[in-house]
């Protein structure tokens, strides 16, 4: 598939895709993104952090190591995985936290006590496969990053989002706010790109 698909493309994979079974859990990847989307909305969170709830997954499905890569001993880094796909697409609002989405679960693990256990045991294998649990200097560190805090929002739900029959609404839903954070990315990279032509301008008068 091209890097660069478009937001039609993307709602298809994760329609199309969907199906497959989410890690060693007993829902689909698509259940897992709509409840761990809902339980975003639900908490007021903005339009951003919602549609990164959306894909924050999408590397699981654009790989071919299989369903089972964590009982491999793979790490699939799908965290990166999706950003390659979702870069262009969408701001940094959205790209941040699902890049520190992973390393979010570390910082969690490190910092609140019982964490870790509350994981389910595909999570739990699957965090030592990603690097372990933060040292206390790493994740102090890491939530001083830009987005880390959003990040931890987001991992909380996404470990939140493994319930069996958890009613959501369809991914037709959130369409209307996935295109207009595409949009608001266009906007943005317009802007960008009428700012430099009038400093290049400028510097020729």
């Known amino acids: 598939?091209?890097?660069?698909?478009?937001?039609?493309?993307?709602?298809?994979?994760?329609?199309?895709?969907?199906?497959?079974?989410?890690?060693?859990?007993?829902?689909?990847?698509?259940?897992?993104a709509l409840q761990c989307a809902t339980l975003a909305e639900t908490a007021k969170a903005n339009n951003e952090l919602i549609v990164a709830c959306l894909f924050h997954d999408l590397g699981h499905l654009i790989h071919d190591l299989g369903e089972d890569a964590a009982n491999k001993g793979i790490n699939d880094h799908h965290e990166y995985r999706s950003i390659k796909y979702l870069k262009h697409l969408f701001g940094?609002?959205?790209?941040?936290?699902?890049?520190?989405?992973?390393?979010?679960?570390?910082?969690?693990?490190?910092?609140?006590?019982?964490y870790f256990s509350s994981l389910s045991p595909a999570s739990q294998q699957s965090l030592e496969l990603q690097g372990g649990i933060f040292s206390s200097d790493t994740a102090a560190q890491?939530?001083?990053?830009?987005?880390?805090?959003?990040?931890?929002k987001l991992r909380i739900w996404d470990d939140q989002a493994k319930v069996v029959g958890f009613k959501t609404p369809d991914l037709k839903h959130f369409t209307q706010i996935i295109l207009e954070e595409g949009k608001r990315?266009?906007?943005?990279e317009r802007n960008k790109k009428e700012k430099v032509d009038g400093d290049s301008n400028s510097n020729q008068l």
């Open 92 to 114: 940094e609002a959205v790209i941040e936290p699902i890049r520190l989405h992973v390393e979010a679960k570390r910082y969690l693990c490190a910092t609140k006590p019982n």
């Open 185 to 188: 990315k266009k906007e943005e």
């Open 1 to 32: 598939m091209k890097m660069k698909p478009d937001i039609k493309t993307i709602i298809s994979i994760l329609s199309s895709k969907g199906h497959i079974q989410y890690n060693q859990e007993s829902i689909s990847q698509l259940e897992h």
């Open 142 to 152: 890491f939530i001083h990053q830009p987005y880390a805090k959003d990040a931890v």
